[in-house]
């Protein structure tokens, strides 16, 4: 809900909140993503058995 009101307040927002995304994203080495994708399944259980099913939504 948050999001859809800045954008009707500030129709450019969602195009600088995707570059921020974007820029971000490009800042993470390759090598922690590919191990954070190498170990994906280890990471889901993580999770679950830290704060249960509901947290995945």
Same mark, same amino acid.
């Given at each position: $809900?948050? /999001? *859809? *009101? $800045? =954008?009707?307040?500030? /129709?450019?927002?969602?195009?600088? *909140?995707?570059? *921020? %995304? $974007? #820029? @971000?994203?490009?800042?993470? /080495? =390759?090598? %922690? $993503?590919?191990? !954070? +994708? #190498?170990?994906?399944?280890? %990471?889901? !259980? =993580? %999770? +679950? @058995?830290? =704060?249960?099913?509901?947290?995945?939504?």
């Amino acid at each position: $809900i948050i /999001p *859809l *009101l $800045i =954008q009707r307040r500030h /129709p450019n927002s969602q195009q600088r *909140l995707e570059q *921020l %995304v $974007i #820029d @971000a994203w490009n800042q993470i /080495p =390759q090598s %922690v $993503i590919r191990g !954070y +994708i #190498d170990h994906i399944r280890d %990471v889901c !259980y =993580q %999770v +679950i @058995a830290t =704060q249960g099913w509901e947290s995945l939504g």
